[in-house]
């Protein structure tokens, strides 16, 4: 069925990049966060080690133009 393919061939990429923008978003988040944990004076390495985590994250997504088969 074309119809099923096409529908996701547009929704797997459409999905991959909301996936990424919100990780962007946690990404910045959690480094606004970090500023706690600085002055806290616990956690940094943690903290530090989920923000590297989740960048690597982001930049290991596919970038959506190729369609899932």
């Known amino acids: 069925m074309s119809g099923e393919r096409a529908m996701r061939d547009w929704y797997a990429p459409l999905e991959i990049y909301t996936l990424a923008s919100w990780l962007r978003v946690v990404v910045v988040v959690n ?33 959506g133009s190729k369609s899932w088969r």
Do not use: H, N, Q
Not at 39 to 59: F, Q, Y
């Open 31 to 63: 480094l606004f966060l970090l500023t706690f944990d600085i002055l806290r004076d616990e956690g940094i390495l943690l903290s530090l080690l989920g923000i590297l985590l989740l960048a690597l994250l982001v930049k290991s997504l596919p970038d």
